[in-house]
């Protein structure tokens, strides 16, 4: 394993523990269970934008699964939070992408940011979709948000 791997293995492995985001979000605009039965992880999350639908202010999860569903979650708070929704849902579409890459090419870091630790998920089918869960959770939430008055 190189030097790098292992670091990522070890974000993952915080991130899993020291759940950022965790918890209840009073006032929120919507949220979206999403369940991965291949390995049972599943999440509850749930957003809050702000009052003219421009900004995610805030987002806050519910959830039970592997250290890479849990973790996954936690670093996409850290990123998501305070973004313009439509940045929202292109990190959501770049993390989608690097998940489909098996493993392949260069993430884009400046988007993914510690997200791109998950690069070496991709090279494992049955994991791709643990690491996926909270970012489809993010995008039905997001919707719902949007449409809802
Ligand atoms: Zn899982």
């Known amino acids: 394993m190189s030097g790098l791997e292992s670091l990522y293995q070890q974000l993952i492995l915080d991130h899993s523990k020291q759940r950022h985001g965790e918890g209840d979000l009073p ?7 999403e369940l991965n039965p291949t390995c049972g992880d599943e999440v509850t999350l749930a957003v809050r934008l702000d009052g ?3 900004h ?6 519910h959830g039970d699964g592997c250290s890479i569903s849990m973790a996954s979650t936690s670093v996409l708070v850290d990123l998501v ?3 313009e929704v439509d940045d929202a849902l292109a ?13 392949v090419g260069e993430p884009d870091e400046d988007l993914l940011g510690d997200a791109v ?8 089918v049955m ?11 993010l995008e039905a939430s ?8």
């Open 127 to 137: 994991r791709v979709k643990c690491a996926m869960l909270p970012w489809v959770a």
């Open 81 to 83: 939070t305070g973004l």
């Open 56 to 61: 995610v202010d805030a987002i806050a999860w």
């Open 142 to 149: 997001v919707r719902k948000a949007l449409t809802a008055e």
């Open 52 to 54: 003219s639908h421009e």
């Open 91 to 103: 990190r959501a579409e770049e993390f989608r992408a690097m998940m489909r890459s098996k493993g």
């Open 117 to 124: 630790a998950f690069q070496g998920v991709s090279k494992y």
């Open 27 to 33: 006032d929120a605009d919507a949220s979206h269970h």
